[in-house]
């Protein structure tokens, strides 16, 4: 869940994880000139990818409630259909994950290798256990 805090330009986002409460501080990426639907957050968490039947391993540059930017050795095609699972513990069996559908919107490469992958939620970011995905 993402909860505004008092300061215009940071934001407490929260997830329960193993009955345990785990808090991160992460600080609103989008300026004042910039319009956007939702405000980005710097989230650098593992995320896996279902793409058809592989998943691919990844990580997140930043994630807003309608979607996300990854860094991966993978390239994914503009307008691939995804499942997402954004990891909140180390290991994927341990803790809650952030589930998401949507479609590839960019894909460009990084300048550390890989490629960079913008992709498009068709509902915002729910909160499950990585089973379910």
């Known amino acids: 869940m993402i909860v505004p ?7 407490f986002v929260t997830c329960a994880i193993n009955a345990g409460r785990c808090t991160f501080l992460c600080q609103a990426m989008s300026s004042p000139n910039e319009f956007r639907k939702s405000v980005r957050y710097p989230l650098h968490l593992p995320v896996t990818v279902k793409l058809g039947t592989a998943e691919i391993s990844a990580r ?4 807003c409630r309608n979607g996300i930017l990854l860094s ?3 390239l994914m095609l503009k307008g691939s259909s995804v499942q997402l699972a954004v990891h ?3 290991s994927v069996e341990m803790g809650a994950s952030l589930m998401g559908r949507g479609r590839v919107l960019r894909v460009e490469p990084n300048v550390s290798g890989g490629f960079v992958v913008a992709i498009g939620c068709e509902v915002p970011f729910r909160i499950a256990n990585p089973a379910r995905m």
Do not use: L, R, V
Not at 60 to 63: D, K, M, T
């Open 5 to 11: 805090s008092p300061a215009p330009t940071c934001t």
């Open 60 to 63: 997140s540059e930043n994630i």
């Open 72 to 74: 991966s050795d993978f």
């Open 88 to 90: 909140f513990a180390q």
